[in-house]
């Protein structure tokens, strides 16, 4: 039967957010799956993997989040019922029952157990992250049931951490080679906020970045690090006051000396940085101003003017900028023998991504001979919205199933595990793994392997487990710093 209009209205009155539950965030398929296992099935074991993809490794972010934001919420009598009236609506079979059982035996709690890599791990593809498995035999539904919800919490934010971890790695060989890598944490912004999908996006893609780098506009991003990472506001990240061109724009044309002038008065203190975008009518002409017009106000204020075009191609935008800033406020050679401008900076945030960036760096550094400290870069919707699951080919997949076998009688059985994978001959890039896989690390280098099925085993001298627990029966195992994180990442 469908919901009727007054049931609606009902339900949007007790909070529509407090009856959404794990129970009503899969795929409507999902829901009849409970049917479909073969019969004695009580567990299911499933794991999680980039099966290849853009970047040959992934850095591993986002399920902490994810465990405290979802499975750690006890679902309760009231989900249930408004669940069983949205799968009716859905036309899809409910298994009442099993939920049933899940709040009257185990409180709600979810009887799964979570194990995976430590978050801020970098992992070559191809190689399992996350298993997941039901640790009650009645609720071997449960663990497919939650892939939707698991996978997507794992694939965005391990993918937008892997590709900033892989523009740090570009923007550290240049400042390396140029100039000095302690201004590395600054050297990517993250101004992605109002080009994801959704609040939510923001807050998990602007979190993944800030695993490598400190500079974002996405506040959004701090708050959930805060919450559910154990770190203080003021360590996870910060910004710099901008100017953004309706500030510009608005002073009109003919003033817009005024324009930025004004942000140097209201920002320009001793040490402080300051960003200005100055492509409003004529990025040459602004730059001209500031190294003239200006010049006495920037040098005076003690602070440092990043100067942002917003527009044109940066190969040749980038060069002619830097002759006239060159020409205008001078420049240092720094030990390695590369210009570094006084007072002022370059910032670049239309269409980056790490290509475009790599292009950037070997033209301004290795053929125009400035120091990549006169640099910063920044991404929006290139970083948190231009890749998909299929960017890292990421996929969960049941790779075995423990099934109780009877002998002779009902009155003897037998737990007995079987392997489950797929091996399309139509694309063998889909094939899956098969068995209780586990992944073991041995001085950065790891192995995904098949395990005995009772128990985790030691592989001997060398080796070590790679995954760890970190959900079990409703019950969040791990809790991470973000410094831990970040630090693993460096590592």
């Known amino acids: 039967m469908a919901l009727q209009p007054n049931k609606i209205a009902k339900a949007c ?43 040959d490794r992934t850095l591993f972010f986002g399920l902490q989040t994810f465990i405290k934001q979802y499975l750690s919420k006890v679902i309760t009598q009231e989900q249930l019922e408004f669940a069983a009236e949205v799968w009716d609506a859905n036309g899809m079979p409910f298994n009442r029952e099993g939920w049933q059982y899940i709040i009257d035996v185990h409180g709600g709690k979810l009887p799964v157990k979570i194990r995976a890599v430590l978050e801020g791990t970098l992992v070559p593809t191809k ?18 049931w939650i892939e939707t919800a698991l996978l997507r919490a794992i694939w965005y934010p391990t993918t937008v951490s892997t590709m900033s971890w892989d523009i740090k790695q570009i923007l550290r060989e240049y400042l390396n080679k140029s100039g000095d890598v302690a201004g590395l944490p600054f050297k990517l912004h993250d101004f992605g906020a109002r080009g994801v999908s959704s609040a939510e996006s923001a807050e998990l893609g602007g979190a993944a970045h800030l695993v490598n780098f400190m500079g974002t506009d996405t506040v959004a991003a701090l708050i959930r690090i805060s919450a559910d990472y154990n770190a203080p506001l003021k360590s996870i990240g910060y910004s710099i006051p901008a100017a953004e061109h309706s500030t510009i724009t608005s002073w009109g044309r003919e003033n817009e000396v005024d324009a930025y002038r004004n942000m ?40 440092v003017v990043v100067i942002r075009p917003d527009s044109g191609d940066p190969i040749v935008v980038i060069p002619k900028m830097l002759k006239i800033l060159s020409d205008k406020f001078g420049y240092d050679e720094n030990d390695k023998g590369y210009r570094v401008l006084n007072n002022v900076r370059i910032i670049w945030g239309d269409g980056i991504d790490p290509l475009a960036l790599k292009s950037i760096l070997r033209t301004v550094v290795d053929v125009c001979g400035y120091s990549a400290d006169n640099f910063a870069f920044g991404m929006g919707g290139g970083l948190l919205q231009k890749l998909d699951r299929d960017t890292q080919k990421f996929a969960m997949k049941c790779s075995a199933v423990g099934v109780r076998e009877q002998y ?3 009155d003897f059985s037998e737990l007995v595990w079987r392997d489950v994978f797929k091996d399309p001959i139509t694309d063998q890039g889909k094939s899956s793994k098969k068995g209780r896989v586990a992944l073991w690390v041995s001085g950065g280098e790891f192995e995904t392997s098949v395990e005995a099925p009772t128990h985790w085993t030691d592989r001997g001298t060398g080796w070590s487990e790679a995954m760890v627990t970190y959900f079990e029966d409703g019950e969040l195992t791990i809790d991470q710093t973000f410094a831990e994180i970040r630090e693993r990442s460096e590592a």
């Open 264 to 303: 140097v008065k209201q920002f320009g203190k001793k040490d402080a940085i300051l960003a200005v975008v100055s492509d409003s009518y004529d990025i040459y002409k602004a730059c001209e101003l500031w190294g003239t017009t200006l010049k006495e106000d920037v040098v005076n204020s003690g602070a």
């Open 13 to 55: 009155a007790r909070s529509l957010d407090a009856l959404k539950s794990i129970m009503t965030n899969t795929d409507s398929y999902k829901a009849s799956m409970y049917l479909q296992y073969p019969p004695g099935t009580e567990y299911v074991y499933s794991y999680i993997e980039s099966r290849g993809g853009k970047y």
């Open 127 to 144: 190689n399992v992250m996350c298993i997941i498995e039901n640790t009650d035999p009645k609720c071997f539904w449960l663990t497919t």
């Open 408 to 410: 002779n009688s009902d």
